[in-house]
């Protein structure tokens, strides 16, 4: 096995080949006339349950390719971004060139990065200075400031965005209000968030 894959990795395939399991044992059961129909109904529930439990270990993957994603109108310098099922609304910008996916959080004062988007998009998180803090939700923090080249929406480009990175792993990078204020106007209806330009 490659030494790159992530514990959840390892898990998002333990769940896909418990699928291919189920699928495969399945169609094997359901072509042998051999065995006795109370076995067979047995193992075909067998497999259709090992096969819910793939399904539930992969949901979270599967919901984030079906839901719906951002959309954004470059004649009217609008963006539409629908609320996802866990209540927040999330963007993929392009930063320097390379899709970075933000929680959007009106909560937060600056556009930050975590470590590991921080060094996909070329910088290299172990030479920043970090000279900030920032109070979180698990406590004080220090945070690098930085310049970024380039932040892309679908057509709407600002260059030399002022953003951080954060020291701590967090969970996804952050769209704060440094950047938002950009937009002229941010609403929010119902299950939609509008930023205009």
Wanted: charged share 20%; hydrophobic share 45%.
């Amino acid at each position: 096995m490659p030494d790159n894959l992530t514990a959840d990795d390892y898990a998002n395939l333990s769940y896909l080949v418990l699928l291919l399991v189920a699928v495969a044992g399945y169609a094997v059961v359901n072509r042998r006339m051999g065995i006795g129909r109370v076995l067979q109904q047995g193992a075909i529930w067998a497999f259709l349950f090992l096969g819910v439990i793939a399904l539930f270990g992969m949901w979270d993957d599967i919901r984030q390719t079906v839901a719906p994603r951002q959309t954004v109108f470059t004649e009217d310098q609008r963006v539409e971004l629908p609320r996802q099922a866990d209540g927040h609304f999330y963007v993929t910008a392009g930063i320097n060139g390379t899709a970075v996916d933000f929680v959007v959080d009106t909560g937060a004062t600056h556009m930050v990065l975590t470590p590991e988007d921080a060094a996909r998009i070329g910088l290299h998180p172990d030479d920043l200075i970090y000279s900030g803090s920032a109070r979180t939700a698990n406590g004080i923090v220090r945070t690098a400031p930085v310049r970024l080249e380039a932040v892309d929406l679908g057509g709407i480009t600002d260059e030399n965005v002022r953003a951080f990175v954060n020291s701590a792993d967090m969970d996804q990078s952050l769209m704060g209000m440094s950047y938002l204020q950009r937009f002229s106007r941010l609403e929010i209806t119902r299950d939609m968030m509008i930023l205009h330009r």
